[in-house]
C-alpha cells in the first residue's frame, strides 16, 4: 500500500527525512515512533502528498504521491495535529462538510452513527469553538472514519484524549485492523498501540532505525516485553536530543 | 463527485459558517455603511457633485470592505489548517478556488446590496443611463475584484502579517478593475453616451476573464506552497 524509497526533506537546510525507507502491506498496522524533531509528522504530511518531498520517491497504492488523483485521495484518511474542523461549525455541519467533499453516500445516517460512536451526539449542534481538546480529537477521529479510507495516517490519535477516548480510539484501531486496513499511526506511547499494530518503527534522525514486530506476529516477545523494548529503544533515542541528533 | 458538487461543498460550508458567525458579512456591511457616511461628511451631497463623488465612493467603500471579507476568508481555512485537509481530500484546488470565490462573491454582493442605496440615498444620486447597465458594471466590477482577491487572499494568510499583506497585493493590481468601474460607473451616472461606457465595460470584461483564469493556472501551486 505504502512505498517509500530514500525520502529526503529538509527544512532551512537541516534534513527532517535522511533517506527513509518503509513498505506497508495492504491490512497491515505500522507504528511510528521517536523523539520530536525525528521527522514522524513530516513523513506522515508526505505520505498524504502535502509536503512535497526533495528526493526518493513515495508510492501509494502504485501512484507517486505527487501525482494523486481525487480518486487515490478518497482512498486516504489523514488525522493531523489539527483536526481540520471550522471552529463557527458545529460537528454535524463540520462532518456534513466533509462528507459532501468526499462524495459519502447516505450522509446523514453515516453522520449520525460516527456522531454516536465518538460520543459526541449530545453536542453534535454545537459550534465546534466550544467544544473541549478531547471533543476536538474525537470529532477529528470522526472526520477520518467518515468516508471508510482503506489507509489511515494517524499523527498522535491520542493526544488529547481522556481514558475512555482511548479506550474508544483503540477499539476502533481494532477494528480497522481486523476490517484489514491499513493503518500507519504516529505516538509517543507504546502502550497506546501495541496490542492493535503488528510492526513498530522506531525513527531517528530522519530513518528508521529500529523495528519490531508484534508477538502476534511472530510469538518471539509478549505484549508487555515488546512495550517495554519499545519504551527503551524511544528513550534512548529522546535522550539524543531533538530528532535524536546529538546535541541538537 | 464533479467539479461543481465539490465547489458547492465549499461554498455550502463558507456559507453555513457565516450564517452561524455573521461575522463577515456584518463587519463588512457595518464598514461600508461607517465609509459612506463618513465620505457624505466629507463631501456635500447638496452642492450637486454626487455623480462626481458616488462613484468614486462606491468603489473605495467595495474593495475596502470587500477586502475586510476577503482576508477574513482565507484566515479561517488557516486557522484549522483546513487547506491541509483540503488538499489531501478529493477537492482539486481549483474547486477549492471555485468555492472560495463564489462565497466571497456573495458577501460582497450583499456589501453592495446594502450599501448602494444607502449611498445614493445620502448623496441624493440618481442614474441617468441605463440602470441595468449600472448593475451590469456593479456585477463585472465585483467579479473582477474578488475573482483576483480570493486568490491574493490566499497568497497572504501564508504570511505572519497577512491583514498587512493583502492591500499590498491587491491593490496594486486591483488597479484597473478600479479604474474601468469608476469610469462606467460615471459615465452610466451622467448619461453619457454607450460608447463613454462601454468602452470601460469591455475593459471590465476582459480583466474578469483573465483574473478568473489565472488561478486555475496559479492557485494549485499557491496552496501547496
Known amino acids: 500500500m505504502i512505498l517509500a524509497e530514500g525520502v529526503v526533506k529538509s527544512f532551512g537546510g537541516r534534513p527532517v527525512l535522511d533517506g527513509l525507507d518503509l513498505t506497508v502491506e495492504p491490512g497491515e498496522a505500522v507504528a511510528l515512533f521517536g523523539p520530536n524533531g525525528a521527522g514522524k509528522s513530516t513523513l506522515v504530511r508526505a505520505l498524504a502528498g502535502l509536503t512535497r518531498i526533495d528526493r526518493g520517491r513515495i508510492l501509494i497504492a502504485g501512484v507517486p504521491v505527487d501525482r494523486s488523483t481525487p480518486e487515490l485521495r478518497r482512498r486516504i ?52 469553538r466550544t467544544y473541549s481538546r478531547g471533543m476536538l480529537q474525537r470529532l477529528a477521529l470522526a472526520r477520518v472514519l467518515l468516508h471508510e479510507p482503506e489507509l489511515y495516517l494517524l499523527d498522535e490519535p491520542f493526544t488529547g484524549l481522556d481514558r475512555s477516548g482511548v479506550r474508544l480510539l483503540r477499539e476502533i484501531l481494532a477494528e480497522l485492523v481486523a476490517a484489514r486496513r491499513t493503518v500507519v499511526v504516529v505516538s509517543h506511547r507504546p ?27 511472530d510469538g518471539a516477545v509478549d505484549g508487555a516485553a515488546l512495550v517495554r523494548s519499545l519504551e527503551e529503544l524511544v528513550e534512548r533515542a529522546s535522550a539524543s536530543g531533538v530528532g535524536g541528533r546529538r546535541g541538537a | 463527485m464533479t467539479f461543481w458538487s465539490r465547489t458547492y461543498a465549499i461554498f455550502w ?3 453555513r459558517a457565516e450564517l452561524r458567525s455573521r461575522e463577515t458579512a456584518g463587519t463588512t456591511v457595518v464598514f461600508a455603511l461607517l465609509a459612506v457616511l463618513t465620505f ?36 479561517t481555512e488557516r486557522a484549522a489548517d483546513a487547506f491541509s485537509g483540503l488538499l489531501a481530500s478529493p477537492a482539486e484546488p481549483e474547486e477549492v478556488y471555485a468555492g472560495k470565490f463564489l462565497a466571497n462573491l456573495l458577501f460582497t454582493g450583499v456589501v453592495e446590496l446594502v450599501e448602494v442605496p444607502v449611498l445614493m440615498a445620502l448623496f441624493r444620486g440618481s442614474v441617468a443611463g441605463p440602470v441595468l447597465w449600472l448593475v451590469a458594471v456593479l456585477a463585472l466590477g465585483t467579479v473582477g475584484y474578488v475573482a483576483i482577491g480570493t486568490l491574493l487572499a490566499a497568497v497572504a494568510t501564508s504570511a505572519r502579517a497577512s491583514e498587512l499583506l493583502l492591500p499590498l497585493l491587491l491593490l496594486p493590481v486591483a488597479i484597473p478593475v478600479a479604474i474601468g468601474a469608476v469610469e462606467a460607473t460615471a459615465a452610466l451616472m451622467a448619461g453619457g453616451s454607450p460608447e463613454e461606457w462601454m468602452l470601460w465595460v469591455r475593459l471590465l470584461a476582459v480583466y474578469d476573464v483573465v483574473m478568473l483564469a489565472l488561478p486555475q493556472l496559479l492557485f494549485r501551486y499557491l496552496l501547496e506552497a
Open chain 1, 77 to 128: 484518511g489523514l488525522l493531523a495535529h489539527q483536526g481540520f474542523l471550522y471552529d463557527n461549525l458545529s460537528a454535524e455541519e463540520n462532518l456534513h462538510f466533509w462528507a459532501r467533499l468526499y462524495g459519502v453516500p447516505d450522509r446523514e445516517a453515516r453522520i449520525r452513527a460516527l456522531l454516536r460512536r465518538v460520543g459526541l451526539w449530545a453536542f453534535a449542534s454545537d459550534p465546534v
Open chain 1, 191 to 217: 502502550d497506546e498501540v501495541v496490542g492493535i499494530c503488528q510492526r513498530f518503527c522506531v525513527l531517528t534522525e530522519g530513518r528508521i532505525r529500529h523495528e519490531l514486530r508484534s508477538p502476534q506476529a
Open chain 2, 13 to 15: 460550508k463558507d456559507l
Open chain 2, 40 to 75: 457624505s461628511f466629507a463631501f456635500d451631497p447638496a452642492a450637486g457633485q454626487a455623480r462626481m463623488v458616488v462613484p468614486g465612493v462606491l468603489w473605495v467603500t467595495v474593495f475596502f470592505a470587500g477586502m475586510l471579507g476577503l482576508g477574513r476568508s482565507m484566515a
